[in-house]
Antibody, heavy 123, light 110 residues
Framework: QVQLQESGPGLVKPSQTLSLICNVS??????????WSWFRQHPGKGLEWIGF???????FYNPSLESRLSISVDTSKNQVSLKLSSVTAADTALYYC???????????????WGQGTAVTVSS | QSALTQPASVSGSPGQSITISCTGS?????????VSWYQQHPDEAPKLIIY???NRPSGVSNRFSGSKSGHTASLTISGLQAEDEADYYC??????????FGGGTKLTVL
């Protein structure tokens, strides 16, 4: 079955760019019409939506992050990537990637999640 | 964008039913049927338990049900079990083309 696995640097310095990868295994990103999304959860806090990407590359971003955010898909590597620039301590969080339940059109319900990757922003 | 409003905590005894509310506006909950609910146990990824206001994904217990009235969505858990103790989050698609979460509700099974 399809599985998601996030990976990243763990520690990023303030003002630098955070880069995360979501590796998709057990299925091809390009074979289905799914939306893929990134979420994050600050320590001890609730969930926050970061952005979506369709397998064709169309993106939708959280307005509060849009100016610093880039989400892309690499169908050849079967990966979804996130880049967040000019990070601060407020970007310290557990980052998750997830897949929409429906593969024909988005229903904005995510039933497949990775285990998350922790990111700390600190000098 | 303000988060959807959920109670910070609810509690119930085993076998009882509880309801968690999720209040938004006409730009999100009230305007779309793209309301979902997630269950999150400590140190685990969220699990989708309700989508499209009232639909259950395959494998989710029928003790979980969802509904919506106006700008408020609700999650009801019937026949409470100890394993239901978790955090619960609602989400809704918004008119701005984004996804908004509620602040989360901690369910305690007494």
């Amino acid at each position: 079955q399809v599985q998601l696995q996030e990976s990243g640097p763990g520690l990023v310095k303030p003002s630098q760019t955070l880069s995360l990868i979501c590796n998709v295994s057990g299925g091809s990103i390009s074979s289905g019409g799914y939306y893929w999304s990134w979420f994050r959860q600050h320590p001890g806090k609730g969930l926050e939506w970061i952005g979506f990407i369709y397998y064709t590359g169309s993106t939708f971003y959280n307005p509060s992050l849009e100016s610093r955010l880039s989400i892309s898909v690499d169908t050849s590597k079967n990966q979804v990537s996130l880049k967040l620039s000019s990070v601060t301590a407020a970007d310290t969080a557990l980052y998750y990637c997830a897949r929409d339940l429906n593969n024909h059109y988005p229903i904005f319900a995510f039933d497949l999640w990775g285990q998350g990757t922790a990111v700390t922003v600190s000098s | 964008q303000s988060a959807l409003t959920q109670p910070a905590s609810v509690s119930g005894s085993p076998g009882q039913s509880i309801t968690i509310s999720c209040t938004g506006s006409s730009s999100d909950v009230g305007g779309y049927n793209y309301v979902s609910w997630y269950q999150q146990h400590p140190d685990e990824a969220p699990k989708l338990i309700i989508y499209g206001v009232s639909n259950r994904p395959s494998g989710v217990s029928n003790r979980f049900s969802g509904s919506k009235s106006g700008h408020t969505a609700s999650l009801t858990i019937s026949g409470l079990q100890a394993e239901d103790e978790a955090d619960y989050y609602c989400t809704s698609y918004t008119s701005g083309g984004s996804l908004l979460f509620g602040g989360g509700t901690k369910l305690t099974v007494l």
